[in-house]
């Protein structure tokens, strides 16, 4: 990730771009799915990501980069270090882990070596990229392509927290919390709905059509393909002072008040769409806690809901067969008539 593209100097995709820094504020939202056209910066966002995030203290040591300050989501090893003795903390960079398409189950939850443990009697286990991104961010490019039990092994840990990994009798486990970053295009395949809905927020980013925006896009790409580090030299203020925003925002979020009056917005809303069950609504109230802490609110109002009401409930519709404008135009919909402005 060291030459990847700087966050601040990407054009417009002003809704992918706030929804990855809110998942960034609040990692409890269940993740960020993004759909659009090929080229449309994706994959670029979410790689910008590894440049922008604070460090983290970990365990020294640790495969798994444990939390120090977190005892019960510690691994066994840290666990027996810590009764044993203080153990020494470290400062590193937050992950920001690529799986790629076609990556073995083993790749990706890990491998349990067998023969060793018939022969010697030790349980030998090389951690996979689940171990990688603990504490960070999980990105798939092309998700909807990605085979099915995988999704559904990826969303299941995501949402436990932890890995199992259980071979001949032989088991072991480790803590997995990360953040589950999905990108795609819809036109070469579908994601089930209910994985959709496993998805704390979803977003959608098109091709700009303005002539402005397009030169924008292609003269700052020709800018970083041509001198990398000039260009990074030159967006170095802008993502710095991103990164003071986000940890500020991240310090904010736990005192950031939710009235009852928007819970009951919130709710409103989702009643007035036909989301299935609660999910939307508890996404929703947290996506615009988290905004509200990102911008330096003391408490969630309206604006904050109708801003990320698109992005947090759009994926949870029903196909309406009477209804054939897109999901996007009926959460609009809705927000204008349910949350009209003051």
Request: one cysteine or more; proline letters at 6%; glycine letters at 8%.
């Amino acid at each position: 990730m060291a030459n990847a593209y700087p966050f601040s100097a990407i054009v417009a995709q002003d809704e992918m771009k706030l929804a990855i820094l809110i998942t960034v504020i609040d990692p409890s939202l269940g993740g960020l799915l993004v759909l659009g056209d090929r080229g449309t910066g994706k994959s670029t966002a979410v790689r910008a990501l590894a440049a922008l995030l604070p460090p983290m203290k970990a365990l020294s040591g640790c495969r798994y980069a444990c939390d120090p300050d977190d005892p019960r989501h510690q691994c066994d090893e840290c666990s027996a270090r810590r009764a044993s003795g203080r153990p020494r903390v470290a400062r590193v960079a937050v992950p920001v882990v690529d799986l790629p398409l076609g990556a073995t189950e083993d790749r990706v939850v890990g491998a349990l070596d067998l023969e060793r443990a018939l022969a010697q009697g030790v349980k030998a286990f090389e951690p996979g990229l689940l171990a990688r991104a603990h504490r960070g961010f999980l990105y798939i490019d092309e998700v909807n392509l990605l085979d099915d039990h995988l999704v559904d092994l990826l969303i299941d840990v995501a949402a436990s927290g932890e890995n199992v990994v259980e071979r001949e009798g032989l088991s072991v486990r480790h803590p997995a919390r990360f953040v589950l970053v999905g990108s795609g295009n819809p036109e070469e395949g579908e994601l089930r709905p209910q994985l959709l809905d496993r998805f704390g927020l979803a977003v959608e980013v098109t091709t700009p059509t303005d002539l402005d925006t397009r030169v924008e896009v292609v003269k700052r790409r020709d800018a970083f393909e041509r001198d990398p580090q000039a260009f990074h030299d030159h967006w170095r203020r802008e993502d710095e002072a991103l990164r003071r925003r986000i940890q500020r925002g991240r310090d904010r979020l736990p005192s950031v008040d939710v009235p009852d009056a928007v819970r009951q917005s919130a709710s409103r809303l989702c009643m007035a769409l036909g989301a299935d069950g609660l999910r939307g609504d508890l996404t929703l109230i947290r996506a615009a806690r988290a905004l509200a802490a990102l911008e330096g609110d003391g408490a969630v109002a309206c604006q904050h809901l109708r801003r990320i009401a698109p992005a947090a409930l759009r994926h949870r519709l029903r196909r309406n067969p009477l209804d054939d404008s897109g999901s996007t135009a009926r959460v609009q919909r809705a927000v204008d008539e349910q949350l009209a402005v003051a």
